[in-house]
C-alpha cells in the first residue's frame, strides 16, 4: 500500500490498495486525538479516535497508531475505495482547551 | 438521530453589513464549537460553549465577533462591520461534553462578503 512518512498534502492510490496517512502533532500535552474526513461541501466527518494510554485503535477498515514519543498519528485505510476520497483532518485535544487540527491530506482514489 | 444543523447554508452580504450564523447541536450535547474554515486550510478555533457560558473564546479574531448560547442548546455567532476577509465557511460542532468525546460537526455556513 502507499504511504507517507512525513505529512504530505495528497495521497494517490489505486482502488484496492492500502493507504496511511500521517499527521505530525505539536503538544506533548495533547491527550485525546481524532481523524476526520471532510468531502467537498460538507463538514469534517468523525472517522476514529484515540486517547493517549492506547498506541493503537481499530474500526472498521481504518486503524489508528499513535507515538507518543515523536508525536505521531497515523491512518491507516484498507482496501482502499472511491469514496474514501477527501480530505483527511487529524485532530488533537490538548487538556483544557480545545480541538486543534492539523494539516489536511487529500486522498485521491482511482479505480 | 439529527446531526448538527447550521442555518443559513450559504449567505452572502455586503462589506460593513452585521450577519448572524445560527447553529443547532445534537439534542443533549452540552458543548458547543464555532470553527472558521478557509479554503485549503484546517478549520481554526473561535470559541467553545459549555452550557449557556463561553468556557474559551480566544480564538475570535478581533470584537467584532461575537457569540451567543442563551438556553445552552442553540448558538448564534454574530459579525458586525463585515470585511472581505471575513469570508470562509463557519462550522459548528457539538460534543457530549467538553474533553474525550468527539466533535460532530454540521455543514457550515458559507459566508461571503462582497
Known amino acids: 500500500g502507499e504511504s507517507v512518512g512525513l505529512h504530505l498534502p495528497t495521497l494517490s492510490v489505486q482502488e484496492g490498495d492500502n493507504s496511511i496517512i500521517n499527521c505530525a502533532y505539536s503538544?506533548?500535552?495533547?491527550?485525546?486525538f481524532i481523524w476526520y474526513k471532510q468531502e467537498s461541501g460538507k463538514g469534517p466527518q468523525f472517522i476514529i479516535d484515540i486517547r493517549s494510554n492506547m498506541d493503537k485503535r481499530q474500526g472498521q477498515r481504518v486503524t489508528v497508531l499513535l507515538n507518543k514519543t515523536v508525536k505521531h498519528l497515523s491512518l491507516q485505510i484498507a482496501a482502499t475505495q472511491p469514496g474514501d476520497s477527501a480530505v483527511y483532518f487529524c485532530a488533537e485535544v490538548p487538556y483544557g482547551t480545545a480541538l486543534i487540527f492539523g494539516k489536511g491530506t487529500t486522498l485521491s482514489v482511482s479505480s | 438521530g439529527a446531526g448538527v444543523s447550521q442555518t443559513p447554508s450559504n449567505k452572502v452580504t455586503e462589506k460593513g453589513k452585521y450577519v448572524e450564523l445560527r447553529c443547532d447541536p445534537i439534542?443533549?450535547?452540552?458543548?458547543l464549537y464555532w470553527y472558521r474554515q478557509s479554503l485549503g486550510q484546517g478549520p481554526e478555533f473561535l470559541i467553545y460553549f459549555q452550557g449557556t457560558g463561553a468556557a474559551d473564546d480566544s480564538g475570535l479574531p478581533n470584537d467584532r465577533f461575537f457569540a451567543v448560547r442563551p438556553e445552552g442548546s442553540v448558538s448564534t455567532l454574530k459579525i458586525q462591520r463585515t470585511e472581505r476577509g471575513d469570508s470562509a465557511v463557519y462550522l459548528c460542532?457539538?460534543?457530549?461534553?467538553?474533553?474525550?468525546?468527539?466533535?460532530?460537526f454540521g455543514n457550515g455556513t458559507r459566508l461571503t462578503v462582497t
Open positions: 460542532a457539538s460534543s457530549a461534553d467538553l474533553y474525550g468525546s468527539p466533535l460532530h
Open positions: 439534542s443533549g450535547h452540552t458543548a
Open positions: 503538544n506533548s500535552a495533547s491527550d485525546y
